[in-house]
């Protein structure tokens, strides 16, 4: 079975370990059009998306960004445009993905201050209190362990450092519920299946944002990881959600 015929079990169905190597798989593959498909699937607004975010950061003490599963470094990069003294560590087990990521730094020529570092989110060598800020930007779906990453992330940052997470999920009205469960479902996987060399990638990103936590069991995630003061930006009606948190 070569990757344009790829399907991927549910994730109701696999192990964490299971999980990781989809992700491996499916993330190594794609590359060469994620960008355009993140684009032109979200009609653009993953840009907006993006920069709601880093308007939210803070940074007080390290003037650093970690930003968690990186993909291709655009919170990274936003930042660094921003805030001109702030300077970020870019982390991605993605290693094809990080390729991507640092030719977009040399081209925005921001490779002094966006460095790039292959590890596990779950598992990070960075000492305590290393970062004002840790994001993660449609990440923390692909992770097993959300908790693992999230009390990571938390770790790492300064105490009242900000712990901010940005991520896909079903909104509440019926109505809109069945329309994004269309699109998930049919209109996404026919799109990318014309555009992507690997379609299956894309019912994995249905059934991703399918099973991730309803925002009241995510912010109830991260006060279990640690994190307090949760506050929940809901963007797009809600096909989007920002969670900021802080270190105590």
Known sequence: MNN??????????????????VVKD???????RYDFLNRFLSLRRDIA?????????VFEKTGRLLDVACGTCDVAIFAAKRYPAVKAICLDFIHEM???????????????????????ACYMSF???????????????????????LSEMARVVVPGGQVMVLE???????????????????MLPFI????????????????SIMNFPKPQEFIKLMEDSGIRDVKVYKLTFGITYLYTGTKP
């Not at 998306?49 to 950061?57: E, I």
């Not at 000492?127 to 990453?149: H, L, M, T, W």
């Not at 999920?169 to 049919?186: M, R, V």
């Open 4 to 21: 344009k015929e790829k399907r991927y079990p549910s994730l109701k169905e696999i192990t964490e370990k299971e999980h990781i190597e």
């Open 26 to 32: 499916i993330f190594s593959t794609i590359t060469d």
């Open 127 to 149: 000492p305590d209190s290393s970062f004002d800020v840790a994001s993660i930007a449609f990440g923390i779906r692909n992770i097993p362990d959300k908790k693992k990453a």
């Open 49 to 57: 998306w993006r920069r709601f975010a880093v308007k939210k950061m």
């Open 98 to 120: 990080l390729e991507v990521g640092k030719k977009k730094i040399h081209a925005e020529n921001l490779q002094d201050r966006l460095h790039l570092i292959r590890g596990d």
């Open 192 to 207: 990318a299946r014309k555009l992507s060399k690997n379609k299956g990638a894309y019912h994995y990103l249905a059934d």
């Open 168 to 186: 896909m999920a079903f909104t509440k009205n019926w109505f809109t519920d069945i329309l994004y469960y269309f699109y998930l479902n049919y």
